[in-house]
């Protein structure tokens, strides 16, 4: 069983038990968390794909830790003017662990009858 899910303006593939690195989100490391995105959910052969989210489909985590990226350099020129400009930049994340991926039971048995 796996979700795609959306979070921080992308869209992650997901399954139970896996550790994921997400933009920064609000929260103590060890506390849950819930996203409520889920625009696709796949569970053996049914294949549940949502308009534009799955109805009452969520993913539980936990916080495992928040932390910084990798520095990436932004350079900038224009050429023949002498002008030149470098930064660096390191993006805040947070990484979590899904817990559970939850369907509503009254999906689930919609989805095995069609």
């Known amino acids: 069983m796996y979700a795609i899910v959306q979070t921080g303006g992308k869209q992650y593939r997901i399954k139970e038990g896996e550790r994921l690195r997400i933009e920064k989100i609000p929260g103590d490391v060890g506390s849950k968390v819930t996203l409520n995105t889920v625009l696709m959910v796949k569970k053996d052969n049914d294949v549940l ?66």
């Not at 910084?68 to 020129?77: A, E, H, P, Q």
């Not at 470098?86 to 999906?107: M, P, V």
């Open 49 to 114: 794909i949502g308009n534009p989210k799955v109805a009452n489909a969520k993913i539980e985590g936990t916080i495992v830790r928040h932390g910084r990226g990798r520095k990436i350099l932004v350079y900038t020129y224009k050429r023949r003017k002498g002008y030149e400009k470098r930064r660096g930049h390191r993006q805040d994340f947070t990484e979590i662990t899904i817990d559970k991926i939850k369907l509503r039971q009254a999906r689930q048995k919609a989805a095995q009858e069609a």
